[in-house]
């Protein structure tokens, strides 16, 4: 199998994390703060405030991050978690106000063997 049939724009999957969390006392910004960075740990990178993605080279390694995910959740508050190909999310338009920006580049996988 080459590495363009193994990385192309239908296997290569995003997952986002959406996340609405309480932050009333100190004890759910301690939650909300330990949420982030745990997800953070496991490659995730801020997309905006409160939405996470991570590229994964696979749908088998997608559902390795999103059982993680799963794992991590707080007691209280709202997360969604969608998973879309590489080739969906090069579809997303991105505004700034009213321009359009472009999107930042693929990130490099580092794959071992």
């Known amino acids: 199998m080459t590495t363009t049939n193994r990385l192309n724009q239908y296997r290569v999957m995003w997952v986002l994390v959406f996340f609405d969390l309480p932050t009333d006392t100190k004890k759910d910004r ?28 696979s749908r088998e390694n997608a559902e390795v991050h999103i059982k ?8 209280r508050g709202d997360i969604g978690i ?7 999310f090069g ?19 580092l794959q071992l063997f």
Do not use: H, W
Not at 31 to 56: E, L, N, V
Not at 82 to 88: G, N, R, S, V, W
């Open 82 to 88: 969608l998973c879309i190909t590489d080739k969906q």
């Open 68 to 75: 993680r995910v799963k794992s991590l959740l707080p007691p």
């Open 30 to 57: 301690k939650i909300y703060a330990q949420f982030r960075k745990q997800i953070m740990k496991d490659g995730f990178t801020m997309f905006q405030f409160s939405i996470y993605t991570r590229c994964c080279p």
């Open 91 to 109: 579809n997303m338009e991105l505004f700034r106000s009213t321009k359009p920006i472009k999107a930042s580049p693929d990130p490099q996988q």
